[in-house]
């Protein structure tokens, strides 16, 4: 910056000032005017280079192509000691990593709920310690913090790959991906979800305390067993009616969502989960499925940025 500043410190009565005629047009140009005009080029160029330095930061984005479940500590595994990741990573076959299918590199997550997974409660009086599960969660991690701050403007992405042999049960709800509330009580404890249930994709977009949808989405998931779904979420997290809050959703590079409403509960913000989820009621074992890609990136972010492998 400062090599910035001292080009553009011309003395104003400098004596050393070199005075050239252009032969061409008779013009008599000024070595202090050329060196402006290259300055000025300089200065512009600074500008391109600092917005180039300003442009969308990606928060987080989990690929497993280290081999590692829990790179940069983004998901806070631990299976010992977290209570929280206890009951969310119940067994060993929970949450595993395999080499197909991937959605791109060379690795993928894969979620598997079996009957008879041991949970450990981690919220006493409530059901979240027995309802079947195997989830990766950004609470546990170190910047969840920054998944979906109020007021704030969000771009997630993921791939997610569904078997020909996944059962199409009769719960109420089988979860595979949310936005989690970070504190309250459970009645609109996601704001956003994705489920599968009773064989169909569902987005579903709370806002305030209601116990019902703002906004939903279905469709037939039939057609996309056996393949990888590319999902990209934009989200204005806004609680406040008329406070510009939006959720456009593109499933496979189609928007499939375009709500434009509140979304979330004021001033509480939120974290990612991915994997299996489901209510205690009538579930249906086991349950497999497979996740790559994952990204969370900030307001500047872009579809092209966070979609799995690129836009589509």
Not at 30 to 40: A, L
Not at 123 to 152: H, I, K, N
Not at 204 to 230: C, E, I, M
Request: with cysteine.
């Amino acid at each position: 910056m400062n090599w910035l500043l001292s080009l553009l410190a011309f003395p104003a009565n400098s004596t050393d000032v070199t005075v050239l005629a252009d032969e061409t047009h008779g013009n008599v140009v000024s070595y202090r005017m050329k060196q402006r005009i290259i300055t000025f080029c300089l200065a512009s160029m600074f500008v391109l280079f600092v917005g180039d330095m300003a442009k969308a930061e990606i928060i987080m984005s989990s690929d497993f192509e280290d081999n590692q479940l829990n790179s940069n500590n983004e998901w806070g595994v631990n299976r010992d000691k977290s209570k929280l990741n206890r009951v969310l990573l119940p067994e060993t076959h929970s949450a595993v990593l395999v080499s197909s299918p991937v959605r791109c590199g060379t690795r993928a997550v894969r979620f598997e709920v079996r009957q008879g997974d041991k949970y450990t409660p981690a919220c006493p009086g409530r059901d979240c310690g027995t309802r079947p599960r195997a989830q990766l969660s950004r609470a546990a991690g170190q910047s969840y913090t920054q998944d979906a701050p109020p007021f704030s403007e969000r771009w997630y992405g993921f791939s997610a790959y569904v078997p020909n042999d996944w059962i199409d049960g009769n719960e109420s709800w089988v979860g595979i991906f949310d936005v989690h509330k970070a504190e309250g009580g459970r009645i609109a404890s996601s704001p956003l979800s994705l489920h599968i249930t009773r064989g169909a994709w569902t987005v579903n977009v709370f806002h305030g305390l209601q116990d019902t949808p703002a906004h939903r989405y279905v469709q037939s998931v039939a057609n996309d067993k056996d393949k990888w779904t590319d999902w990209v979420f934009h989200v204005k997290w806004d609680a406040r009616e008329n406070g510009g809050g939006f959720v456009e959703a593109w499933r496979n590079g189609a928007r499939v969502v375009n709500y434009k409403g509140p979304i979330g509960i004021p001033n509480v913000g939120g974290y990612v989960k991915i994997g299996p989820q489901y209510s205690p009621n009538n579930p249906s074992f086991p349950r497999i499925i497979y996740f790559d890609e994952i990204k969370i990136g900030d307001e500047s972010s872009s579809y092209s940025e966070v979609a799995p492998g690129g836009a589509r």
